[in-house]
């Protein structure tokens, strides 16, 4: 079922309808991956045309992409000629709080600043959001809405860790970083970035050593020793570099997890915080621990 905008209040259960479904048809998801094969020197434009017609399918089921990316309604298109991925490290809050469309929810949230239909006041806009923006556009004049509608609707966002770190005062534990890495080269297959920003500087050599040929700008997190005069050049040089090479530029097609993950974020609530009445937040957080339940069992079902 289709849920259209409308101006009366929709029940939690018509709220809780578009996540159960998405996650419901995970598993039965396709999307491509170009198969690896030698190239001679004088043959790798040849053979770089030729490796599109030399594709196989593999289920979404082989994949370990638990908490889907924000992924821009023109990301296609991209910002500025360029398909950016921004990648942040966790979400922080207990286990019980994991959902599969998190990171969109937050986006909206307090990138955008949209209510939740059904909260009862609207979350404050959050500055880890707009430094990011600042940074990579290299403008530090506060954004008009317009302006930030435009900017996240062009780019894709998305955390490295794949589960939940129960305080922001303990750092993730080794093994985390270690189950990220799976996700996120299915990440990279699927959205074909030209531009990495990797918000997180403990995490930038494994970010780096997974991009392959895809430049990577390593800066530091938001929260921590965030300078404007020293980010700011660092993504502009990245980005003068990835312009010039355009890595997967002519490449990138849309795929069936693509559009899924697009539409996921189009469909997304933004999170509502506290701001809900008892009965709303228990049966939210009944809906979220299902629709978690049921892509885990996916991905370790088969």
């Not at 198969?35 to 994949?63: G, Y």
């Not at 949230?109 to 059904?118: D, T, V, Y």
């Not at 010039?244 to 697009?262: L, M, P």
């Not at 539409?263 to 228990?282: H, R």
Request: glycine share 4%; hydrophobic share 40%.
């Amino acid at each position: 079922m289709r849920i259209e905008a409308r101006s009366d209040r929709p029940s939690p259960n018509q709220l809780a309808e578009p996540s159960a479904s998405f996650h419901l048809r995970w598993p039965e998801l396709w999307f491509l991956m170009i198969s690896e094969c030698p190239l001679a020197p004088i043959e790798a434009e040849l053979m770089r045309q030729i490796r599109k017609m030399s594709i196989k399918r593999i289920t979404m089921k082989n994949t370990t992409v638990r908490f889907a990316p924000w992924v821009g309604s023109q990301y296609s298109e991209g910002w500025d000629g360029l398909r950016i991925l921004l990648m942040g490290e966790s979400h922080y809050a207990e286990n019980h709080h994991e959902r599969p469309t998190v990171t969109p929810e937050i986006v909206k949230a307090l990138a955008l600043g949209e209510r939740h239909p059904l909260a009862t006041k609207r979350l404050r806009q959050h500055p880890h959001f707009t430094k990011i923006m600042r940074a990579v556009t290299s403008s530090r004049r506060p954004a008009t809405r317009a302006e930030k509608a435009d900017f996240w609707g062009r780019v894709a966002y998305y955390n490295f860790i794949q589960e939940f770190i129960p305080t922001k005062r303990r750092a993730p534990p080794k093994e985390a970083w270690l189950r990220g890495k799976a996700p996120l080269c299915d990440v990279l297959d699927v959205l074909r970035p030209d531009l990495i920003v990797c918000l997180s500087q403990r995490n930038g050599d494994l970010v780096c050593s997974l991009a392959g040929d895809v430049p990577v700008a390593v800066v530091h997190h938001p929260s921590s020793h965030f300078k404007y005069s020293t980010v700011i050049p660092k993504i502009a040089q990245k980005r003068a570099i990835a312009m010039a090479t355009k890595t997967h530029g002519a490449s990138f097609s849309r795929c069936e997890v693509f559009d899924r993950w697009s539409q996921a974020s189009a469909a997304a609530f933004p999170t509502p915080g506290s701001n809900l009445s008892e009965d709303d937040a228990a049966l939210l957080e009944m809906q979220r621990r299902r629709a978690m339940a049921e892509l885990d069992e996916a991905l370790v079902s088969i």
